[in-house]
């Protein structure tokens, strides 16, 4: 009897210990989840893919942050959404400023900038990965890349459209550099009204693209690569530079880039006259985000601590690309992209900030 007694209550302790170290491992699994749905919200729609594997995490927890556009099931037609939600890019020219707010992009006029206007309105159809604008044309990268006349910012007219998965772009003459997961494709766009395919090099995916010269710099979480341009027809990569690159901007023979990873968030400064020979030239270290905007002998950098560096925008002086310096910064919890001498882009809005520095910044 006494050790059937024993028996059952060692029984019942293990099944309480078994219990609780259920318990514990859902909450632990809910903890984590929430932990990483509230980081994945401060990650641009372009990098979050990249910003899981980073962390190690299953992308098919959060299927829900990658889907955009889908088309109508049968039995059920969309008959109106409402598209406006987080701010990641934003592009201006003159009093005009162009937000991509969740699926939609917001026309605001600035003609006042302590009373800015919303005078138009884009509903695209996914979440918006980049946008720039070219003459009096506004390219969207979403599904696809969608191309409005803006000649009237109050009714922007669609006319056109890329067919390809893109993350990013760049546009240089007539022709518009597109970047997705797997994929690196040039554009004739010299006709906004019938534009072509005319290059792609495979094996070339990235989340980031900027151009310089001959050369088109792309980056991925294992390293930029460089691919020749020359010719539009052949693109073809000629070197690579190790590093997880969150953003990358270039001005002559210098390339500016923003790199994450375990313990090493910098701004870098790297010398790219010779592609084949790149030299690292200076770093300021422990800050890391999503977007660079040169300026002069300035660079504004959008941070975040989603990218493990300091959050806000950070301002920094150039001149000497060899020691480079902090020279002011906004505190803030996110930023995307500093836009003109006056605005930039946050997770949850649009922000004015004086920002005109004279030669002399004290």
Not at 66 to 95: A, L, M, T
Not at 141 to 162: D, F, M, R, V
Request: with cysteine.
């Amino acid at each position: 009897m006494t050790q059937n007694r024993i028996g059952l209550k060692l029984s019942m302790t293990r099944g309480v210990l078994l219990f609780v170290i259920l318990i514990t491992s859902i909450l632990w699994a809910m903890g984590s989840d929430f932990e990483a749905e509230d980081s994945l919200r401060s990650v641009p729609p372009k990098m979050r893919a990249e910003w899981l594997k980073y962390k190690g995490i299953n992308n098919n927890n959060y299927k829900g942050y990658f889907e955009s556009f889908r088309p109508d099931s049968s039995n059920v037609r969309c008959i109106g959404r409402w598209p406006f939600g987080p701010s990641y890019e934003v592009d201006g020219k003159d009093s005009l400023i162009f937000l991509g707010s969740g699926c939609g992009v917001r026309i605001i006029s600035v003609s006042d900038s302590t009373r800015p206007r919303q005078i138009g309105q884009i509903s695209a159809q996914g979440f918006i990965n980049e946008l720039a604008l070219k003459d009096t044309f506004l390219f969207i990268a979403s599904n696809g890349i969608e191309i409005y006349k803006i000649t009237n910012p109050s009714q922007p007219i669609l006319i056109s459209w890329i067919n390809t998965p893109s993350l990013d772009f760049f546009i240089k003459d007539s022709f518009c550099y597109i970047v997705g997961s797997n994929s690196f494709k040039i554009y004739n766009i010299s006709n906004i009204y019938n534009i072509n395919q005319v290059g792609n090099c495979s094996d070339s995916g990235a989340n980031v693209i900027s151009i310089s010269g001959n050369y088109a710099y792309t980056g991925n979480r294992w390293s930029m690569r460089i691919i020749d341009i020359s010719n539009p027809v052949s693109p073809n990569v000629i070197n690579s530079w190790a590093g997880y690159i969150w953003a990358i901007a270039n001005r002559g023979n210098l390339c500016y880039v923003m790199v994450g990873g375990s313990n090493s968030n910098a701004f870098k400064i790297l010398n790219v006259s010779n592609p084949l020979n790149i030299q690292e030239l200076g770093t300021i270290n422990n800050i890391a985000g999503w977007g660079i905007c040169l300026k002069g002998f300035l660079a504004y950098l959008a941070c975040s601590d989603a990218t493990g560096g300091l959050p806000g925008l950070y301002i920094v002086d150039i001149s000497d690309s060899i020691n480079p310096a902090i020279v002011g910064n906004v505190d803030l919890l996110y930023s995307r992209r500093y836009c003109t001498n006056w605005s930039f882009c946050t997770l949850h809005s649009l922000r004015f900030c004086d920002i005109i520095f004279s030669a002399h910044i004290i």
